[in-house]
């Protein structure tokens, strides 16, 4: 098999390699110097940014203006874009803007509500949802066409790719609304961050035994925890996460100001113990202002050196 667009991500997938990505939250201002520091400490260690999209629904630099600004300091961006803020026509406008400047890579998602962000009574659009957003970018790359019917002069090329929630409920559905993304267009898979590895595990047979994951790549999404109080956070409050008593008690279990540490050390356990499951083809490190942590956690996992691809 052989790469179809000039996506670095796409060819060391294609190439068998563990790929490596990672994300960075674009800034409230319009001093993109933060941006450049954050993505220059990753830089070596990933193979592809993620730059988020107006991430909890608060505005922030848009994702395309960052993905072109990493895209000239040579880096591999991921262009996230949500449904929730743009019609269908602002939409393929700025997919024929990413790729005038070479970015292949794109992440179809929904978005958090507005409610979540700092202006809760802006209205949504939602004119597509997020399959039908990665129904269009094929539809756009493979056969050259607008969801109006037109042709378009030259197509964009598109690495495409979704995220997936193996632990939202019900739990059920979670293997089903894998495959409708599969089968909307989705290249790729991001999943939200995982604490519950035996769940995990269990989602990923049920991927594997359905055939998925010899049809789409899987990045197995991680994130360091910070501290006990962070992660009884994720277990409470945050909808479709899932994060085990021991491993809050295992946060809680040590000095606080040892907890950075348990936490980068319990990510990179999950990392070592994902890398041997069937049909993970990589992860997805979530260290959102914590960036500089990205390399300890890549090299400890032995995801490093990188692999070169052309």
Not at 149 to 169: C, H, L, Q
Not at 259 to 288: N, W, Y
Not at 293 to 306: F, M
């Amino acid at each position: 098999m052989n790469a179809k667009t000039n996506s670095r991500l796409e060819k060391i997938l294609v190439a068998g390699h563990k790929a490596v990505t990672s994300e960075c939250g674009p800034p409230r201002g319009g001093d993109p110097s933060h941006i450049e520091e954050k993505a220059n400490l990753i830089r070596n260690h990933v193979d592809a940014i993620n730059i988020t999209d107006n991430q909890t629904s608060v505005t922030r630099m848009c994702s395309l203006a960052v993905c072109i600004r990493l895209k000239l300091m040579g880096l591999e961006p991921v262009l996230q874009m949500v449904t929730r803020d743009r019609n269908r026509i602002a939409l393929q406008s700025d997919i024929l803007g990413a790729a005038s400047y070479g970015i292949s890579n794109i992440l179809c998602l929904s978005g958090d509500h507005q409610s979540f962000g700092d202006c809760p009574t802006g209205q949504n659009v939602h004119d597509l949802d997020s399959m039908q957003l990665l129904q269009t970018v094929r539809l756009m790359c493979d056969e050259g066409k607008f969801l109006g019917g037109g042709d378009i002069d030259s197509p964009p090329k598109m690495f495409s790719g979704a995220a997936a929630n193996p632990f939202a409920d019900p739990y059920k559905i979670r293997v089903p609304r894998l495959a409708k993304k599969v089968a909307c267009g989705a290249q790729f898979i991001q999943t939200q961050c995982i604490y519950n590895v035996e769940k995990f595990i269990d989602w990923m047979g049920k991927v594997c035994d359905r055939g998925l994951h010899e049809k789409v790549f899987i990045l197995a999404g991680v994130t360091p925890l910070k501290s006990a109080g962070m992660a009884r956070y994720m277990k409470n409050r945050v909808p479709g996460m899932d994060v085990p008593d021991d491993v809050v008690k295992r946060m809680a279990g040590v000095p606080k100001e040892n907890q950075p540490q348990e936490g980068i050390d319990i990510c990179v356990e999950t990392i070592e113990r994902l890398k041997e499951v069937k049909g993970i083809s990589g992860f997805h490190i979530m260290a959102i202002e914590w960036e500089e942590k990205v390399p300890e956690i890549v090299e400890r996992a032995g995801l490093y050196p990188r692999p070169q691809v052309s």
